[in-house]
């Protein structure tokens, strides 16, 4: 490939009330308000060094506007916007300057219907890594990764490996061998992407890093403790599958997040993809637990990149919804 | 009162399988094994200095022979006697050498019909909580408390707090301010027993006390590798009731461990018992979490102290058998 | 014994300022604050019930106005009162509005010329144990208990194991079996209070218990992000005595807290004091690692009861003032 | 460039005695066992798929036989060749067979005089990462990085960094801006390797990577209960430098071993490396806390690649041999 896609960048969702998504996510997960106004509320982990990682917008009514890559440099841009063209996919530019703190970028329309955004440049800003006095919450750390239920996998994952340079760490096979879910990275953990067989195309959550299990614990008890009871919506648990000890929360307009640490190293070329069957009790939960209907079936619409539309649903290619524990 | 009960001291449970007893209790969470034969497995906790705080015997089904308190001293055992003998209740004494480890013992059948035995004297052993290279698992501490269905919570209550010393940390009310479940201590953590409203007598549970969150955790990871996820039954999470972090655990016959840690000091004679409703979300699992039916409607038969057959089971006196969330 | 102290209750500290104290106890180690006013800063764990555990009160100087134990009713009051006099120790009655928030106080110079008072009532206050958007820093739950580095402390032990109805959980032996230093307690806990061979009668420290070790690694990162790296004296470590898990701070007027997690359960009748030798380098800090020697050689000066004066201090009568570590 | 450097792969130690390794490895630190024999102890972490990230030979003296980068394919092993040659530096070929378990590999002595090998293959192995059942000790996940203490930091820094493709993530700065240590990096964390000013060549630590703070709290633990309080040298702490949470082990040979966890995600074209003043006190310890001097004294000789002798060791070019801490 003739570009260097880095890592998972920052996702721009759409909200009908930038108050009730302050408590949330500043006061209840402790990430940090780069900046807001009364349209905008641009929010970043506590290691993280540019502007953002979450761009929260307010609107009438809740989507996903797109979710972004960052690149390693600007011409990548260039090479990604050829690549798309080529495949008769939408393209947009926006210029510098047409986005708060972001430079030039490029929006395209994947291969699933996924509204995707590439961009090389976001404003600097202090890290805070080291100012534990203003760890809160969660304490999130970075964003992670996106997590995207489409209606073929098969077809999203040849895409990402073979096209745009994904290297897969870990897949759920179902009946025949047919990929049901894969994790894909750029950056050497688990995943920036991952896809899941399902009425999509649909994000189904934006992954956040923490620094260790006890956060996230902490992250139950305070948003317990503010009312939040009805947002935790499955775990905290162990997936097996990415090995990730996970907290899943639903925003105020039901945007999915998860919380996650645990991970492991992904950068050796000798790297084998694990497998996982569909159907193997631990690979969601390894301690057993099943997930929730809604986990399976509820995940946020996404935009038209070029209309900003939502885009149609369409029924997954494999029947198999959710795995079904025999016991 | 002219007794002094200290604390709960030990279980013991009748087993189907030792080797399989073993191989969750010592591999999978930790329990140090103080000593076995062919029909008996005498499991302690890191911290614990007397013999054991779990007593596993070899019988044909599962079930309770008896739940123990420790007293303060010899004479102790005689005024309880005099008690439950004035109360109608069936009393046994088993003499200095009828059981392993264990000093002159008495037993007795409560105001519930729970099997319960009292001891002032169990032989000492190395405590082990310096012994870091023997932690194992959910690296169990100690004993913490029994937890009983009975069909009638407030007779229990009321023999508890006014015969026997007891003191209510928290309790659950249930329509007309009747006590649904009640939290009694008599060493000064939240409880030593808990009884609630249920079909019964039967034993809940018995809980045991971790040192941290993580060791909990931990141990859900562990017992999931040894191919125990089935055992996993609720957790880990949070109760509203106790502060309590917790996990529930159904042993190779089905008994249940909580492994526990949160509490409190609850010494001072000003502290307030803490009322819950029993509708309230945040009750039973503060994160809002329901817990399965079978936490509710499953739980271990208990014996007759003088014939050692089941003790038949009533139901309760209370008709709400859970709690009923109105979201 | 014909009264009974239930546990320790609160410090009375003098500090030069109190914003430089309220940046430091509030803010970074989470205390609640309950009241204050230009004079006086009332302080309290988060799991307690009673109105404060530290009351900081303005002055020229720092020193220690009395230590408080909590006893369990107010005759306890007057049986402690004749005991002291019967003693010939200096005797002091607090009224009922002479001290804000507490009852009726009883204050005696005690056989070590410390400062200790007592008291059957304060008042009451919301409990914040399940506040979790309240928790910051170190999460203070509750205070644990004094440290108080004496001339003689055989001559102390003996007071308080005889007379005041303590008991020994671990001691530290010098040559010829001399207690070098005692760990005495009410609640069932390792320590109310310690007594350490040294120029006093001084106060070494008051110790506030955390709920877990990721609590006190996050107050060293939060003092340190706000530049109290020259407050962290010591830890965090291990005790190889009381097995706690700790950390040594020196707040703005020089007293020393300690942050406490580990301890273990000490209410058995047949539990044995645990004997270690003065130069066991495990003792101090299982981990091997020397103290510093501003730990063995500083401490907060304390006041006569009658006369506010500072009480002279005396060398000790044990010559080794720390251990010596052989290797 | 035209290789590519993947990350830090394995270390070759000589070694005394492989029965006291094993015990101080295994044992006390939970690294996996994957091999041995009388004369090779292959040791590698949870997470590791590769064969061995540390080996230990039996020799009559300690010493530092080879540290190992993974390259990315076979080709970067002849490219590497090349530019090593052309610098005039000492290189030399070991076949596939020659080395267990490892395939074709390049040794040289490094601009600093520092044995440095790579290799693109390593024979796979069975990831233990989810057999929680085996996690003992400090639970050691992966190889994270090797500090070399060298006579010439910027000499090796501009090695690295211009003619290896290495990144700097952080530094610190001696008078004059000159760089006293730097912390390079190819994969995306902190560093891969540090170089810090001092008597050298020499190794001054490997590091290891933890999953989480309590690991390496339960580490110190374990090893005090095993009798090695004399091997742990420093910490636990928090390295201002790099955020690591961190412990510094000696092994049985006197080896320094860094447990680590912290670090944050650098693979940001725009990352701008972080500068520290070597005299800012939270630099090396965030805390406040002094390292000892052993730290900056000790480290281990290193071998010739073509005679296998010792190095010889030079001076420091840079004076200052530790902070300065003015207060």
Redesign the interface.
């Given at each position: 490939m003739d570009f260097n896609i880095?890592?998972t960048g920052r996702a721009v969702l759409n909200v009908v009330d930038l108050d009730a998504s302050r408590d949330f996510y500043v006061?209840g997960l402790g990430f940090i308000e780069t900046e807001s106004d009364t349209n905008n509320l641009y929010l970043r982990g506590l290691?993280e060094?540019?502007h953002h990682s979450l761009h929260l917008k307010k609107a009438s009514a809740p989507s996903v506007e797109v979710i972004s890559y960052?690149v390693?440099?600007e011409q990548d841009l260039d090479a990604l916007s050829s690549l798309f063209a080529a495949k008769g996919l939408k393209t947009k530019w926006l210029e510098i300057g047409e986005q708060h703190a972001v430079g030039r970028a490029l929006r395209v329309q994947d291969i699933s219907g996924l509204p995707v955004e590439f961009y090389a440049?976001m404003d600097?800003v202090e890290r805070m890594?080291?100012?534990?006095?203003?760890?809160k919450g969660a304490k999130v750390?970075?964003i992670d990764h996106f997590n995207c239920m489409v209606p073929d996998v098969e077809k999203a994952y040849n895409f990402y490996i073979n096209e745009m340079g994904f290297a897969c760490s870990e897949y759920t096979a179902a009946e025949g061998e047919k990929i049901w879910a894969a994790w894909l990275h750029r950056?050497?953990s688990v995943h920036d992407v991952a896809f899941m067989n399902g009425v999509g195309p649909r994000l189904h959550h934006v992954g956040f890093w923490l620094?260790?299990?006890?956060s996230l614990?902490?992250a139950?008890?305070?948003?317990?403790?503010?009312g939040y009871?009805?947002s935790?919506e499955r775990g905290?648990g162990?997936h097996?599958i990415s090995?990730a000890?996970f907290l899943y929360l639903r925003d105020p307009d039901g945007h999915r997040i998860e919380l996650y640490n645990?991970d492991?190293?992904t950068?050796?070329?000798?790297?084998?993809p694990i497998r996982w069957d569909i159907n193997d009790?631990?690979r969601q939960t390894?301690?057993?637990?099943e997930a929730p209907d809604s986990w399976f079936n509820e995940a946020s619409v996404v935009q038209d990149v070029l209309t900003n539309k939502t885009i149609e649903l369409a029924e997954p290619t494999l029947k198999q919804h959710k795995p079904t524990f025999v016991?």
């Open positions: 880095i890592r006061n290691e060094h540019n960052k390693y440099a440049h600097p890594l080291q100012r534990y006095d203003l760890y750390q970075r950056k050497p620094s260790d299990q006890l614990i902490h139950c008890d305070v948003l317990a403790s503010m009871t009805t935790i905290p162990r097996g090995n000890f645990g492991y190293l950068c050796d070329p000798d790297f084998k009790p631990r390894f301690w057993g637990h016991t």
